[in-house]
C-alpha cells in the first residue's frame, strides 16, 4: 500500500468516533501519569491490560500508545516547575528548565516543552510512517560495540553539564558509575556492593537517586538561605506565561536538532529515551553562541531535550512494529498487549494488519495536536504552583517525592535510600559538586558496562573491536572530541591572556 | 486497591458455586507477584491467567498482578517469604527461581522456604540461526564450533537462563566451545542475531515462528522430548543426533510459608480446573507450550531434580555456588 492511501486509510479508522475518545483518553492519561513521579507508563499500561479486551484492537492501541507518548509531555512540568524529574527522560530538563522557572520563567518553560514535544513528535511519526522498514535494518547493524561507542558519547557529555571544577564533575560521575554497578551482575548473576542487603540485589532505582538528589537537596539547601520566605516571582498576565516569539526563535535549533536526534536514538533497541535527551542537550549547548549560560536558564536547554524524548517514542515504535522487537518497558509492554489480543508482532506484522498500522499512525498526528492544545492551556494553572508560599510548597514537594518513590516499588527501604540521596545532594551542593554528572553516569553506567563487556565476549578479549568496526570508531572519536571542548576553551583562555599581555 | 465489600460480598456469592476446598477461599483481592516488570515474561504469562480466572469465573475475587523486579527474582522470592501465612497472596516462579539463589549468598529467603503449589506449564524451545547461515544442521554448527572453539557466539539471558543451560548441556556432550553473551531484554538477544552479530539462539517458538514466516530465521533443532506440531519437519535434539537432557522453562506457582493446608489445596485444586477449561487449552496451544501441571507433592520432586541439575551446571560453567 502506499503511503498516502494507507495515510488516507489511517484516518478514517483514527477519526471514527470511538477511536477518537480512545485516543483522547490515553493521551490524557499519559499527560497525568507523566506529570506524576514515580508510576510510569509501563505500569499504567499494564493496569489497563484487562479492560482493552473488551475494546476493539485498533482503538485498545490507539489509547496504550496515546499513554506512552503523552507521558513524556506530562513528563517536563515536575522537572521545571519543582525540580524533580518524574522519569530518566526529563533529568535534563531540570538544568536549565528548573533555573528558568527561579527567574520567573516558568510559564515559557512549560510552554515551549510543549511545542517542542509537539513538533518533534511529529517529527517522530512521520519518521515512522516514512522510513520504517529500511531504517529498521540499519539498526540491527548497531550491536555491543557500537552501543559502547553511543554511551561513551553520552557520558562524555558530563564536561559539558560540569561546573566550574572539571575534577568535581568527573569526580561526581565516578559516583553515578559506582552507584549503578550497585546490584546483581547480569553476566555472572553473582552481587555486587549489596553489603549483605537483599533490598539491593535488584540496584538502586534511578528515581530515587533522581528526586533525592535534585529535589530533596534543593529543599534541604532553600531551607538553609532562608531565601523561600519569599515566594517565587512570577509575571501577571497571560501572555507573559507563554513563550515569546524571541524565544521560539531562539529554539528553531533546538526543534530540529532534539527530533533528529531523539527519532534516530529511539530506533536503536538498545538506548533508550535518557540518552537521546543528553545527547540532544550536549549537541544543543556544543554549538551554540551562549554556550556559558547554559544550566542558568536558557530556554534551548529545555526545548532540545523534550523534543528529544518525545521523538523517542516515534523512533521506539519503529523496531517494535517492523520487526516485534521492543527496546523499553514500555514497548515491551506494548508487544505484549499485541500478544494478548491474537496478534503476532513481527516482521509481517504491517503488512499482515495494514489499517491497525495506519490507524495507529494517524492517531498519532492526531494524539500530538490534542496533547499541544491540552497542555498550553495547563501552562498558566501549573504556574500557579509557584505561588505557594514556602511553609507549604517545600513539605508539599517532600511529600510528593516519597509518594512518587513509594508507587513505583511500594519498598520502605527505598523511602530511606531517598532520604539518604537527599542529604548527599544538599552536601553535594554545599560543597558546589554539579549533580547532573552523577545522574547522567547513573543512567548511562549500567548500559555503558554491559555493552563493554560484550564487546569483549564478542572478540575474545581484544579491545580492538571497539575501534576497528566503523560506528562504533566514528563515536569514540566524537566522545574524545566532546572531551577536548573544555580544553579547547582554556587554550583560548591562555592564548587571549598572553596576546593581552604581549 | 480496595474494592468495595459489596462487590466482595457479589463476587463471593457467585463465587460460592465454583468454590472446590471446604473452608478456605480468598476474601479480598489476591496479589499475584512476578519477579519481572510489566512486559516481561512472567508478568505477561500471570496477567494472561488474571484474564482467563475471570473469564471461567474461577476465582471469587480479583487476581491482581504485582510486579517485585530485580536480584533475578531474588526480591520477589524475599517479598512473598515476608507474606508469611498470607492467605490472599500467590506468586507466579519460573527457573530463575530454582537457580539464582543457588549464587546470590544474600538472598535470606529461596524458593524451598515457599510453600509450592503447582507447576503450570513447561516451555519448549527452538535452536535458531539466522536465515542465511551457513549452517544447515545442529551437526553444522557443533562442527563449526569445534573447529574454531570460542569463535563462534550465542546470544541470551542471563548465565542462570535456560538458554545458557541448552548450552552447557551441548558443549558438554560435544566437547565443542563457543561463547554467550547475556542480554538483558528478549528484544535485545532477537536483534543480535538478526543482525549477525551473533551466530546461534535459543528462543520460544511462537516467537521464532514470525521470523521464520518472514524468511529471516532457520530453526535448526527444538529443545524437546517430541516435535511441536507446528515444527513438525525440524528435529528434536536427540533426533538431531545430541542425547541431553531437555530443559524447558517451567513456570508454576507458589504461596508463601506458613499457610495452611487447606488454603494449599484450595490453590492447587483452582489451578488444576484451570488447566483443565477451553480457554487454558486455547493459550497454550497459541503460544506452543507444553501443558506441564504438577501438584504441589510432585512438585517438590521436580524442584529437588531441577535444583541438582542446576548446581550441576553452574559449577561446569565455572560459577561459585553458595547453597
Redesign the interface.
Known sequence: MDILGGLANGFAVAFQPLNLLWCFVGVLLGTLVGIMPGLGP??T??ML??LT?KMSPAGAIIMLAGIYYGAKYGGSTTSILLNMPGESASVVTCLDGYQMARKGRAGPALGISAIASFVAGTFGVLGLMLVAPPLAKL??????PEYFGLMALGLAMVVLLAGRSMVKALLAALVGLWIASI??D??????RF?F????????IDFVVVAIGVFALGEVLGNLETREGVQMLPMPRGLLNLLPTLQDLKDCRFAFANGSVIGFLVGVL??AGSTIASFLSYGVEKAVSRRREQFGTGVIEGVAAPEGANNSETGGALV?LLT?????S????????AL??W?F??????IPDNPGLFWGLVASMYIGNVMLLVLNLPLVPLFAQVLRTPSYILYPLILGVSMIGVYSTSSSLFDLWLLAGFGLLGYVMRKLDYPAAPLILALALGNDFE?ALR?SL??S?GSLSILVTRPISAAMLSLAVLVLLIPAFGRFNAWRLRALEQE | MRIPVCLVAAASLLGATTAIAQGFKPTRTVEAIVHTGPGGGSDVFARAIAVMLEKEKLLPVRLQVVNKPGGNGNVAVAYVAEKKGDPNTIAFFTGNWLANYLVAAEAKFTIRDLTPVARLVLEPAVIAVKADAPYKTLKDFIGAATKNPGKLKQSGGSITSRDNVVRQLLQQATGARWAYISYPGGGQRVAALLGGHVDIMVIEPEEAGEHIRAGNMRVLAQVTEKRLARFSDVPTLKEAGFDVPVVPQVRGVVAPPGIPKENVEYWQALFHRLTQTPSWKKYVEDNQFEDGYLGSAELVTFMDGFNDRMRGILKEAGVKTVR
Not at chain 1, 547480569?186 to 552481587?191: G, R
Not at chain 1, 549483605?196 to 540496584?203: D, M, P, T
Not at chain 1, 503476532?344 to 506484522?349: H, I, M, Q, T, V
Open positions: 509501563p505500569a499500561i499494564a491490560l484487562p479486551f539498526a540491527l547493524s548497531f550491536s555491543s546490584g546483581t547480569l553476566f555472572s548473576a553473582t552481587s549489596t549483605g542487603q537483599v533490598e539491593l540485589l535488584s540496584g533497541p538498545g523496531p520487526l516485534g522487537i521492543p527496546g518497558g514500555t514497548t515491551a509492554i506494548l508487544l505484549a500478544v494478548l491474537g503476532r508482532p513481527g516482521p509481517l506484522f554491559r560484550q565476549m564478542m575474545e
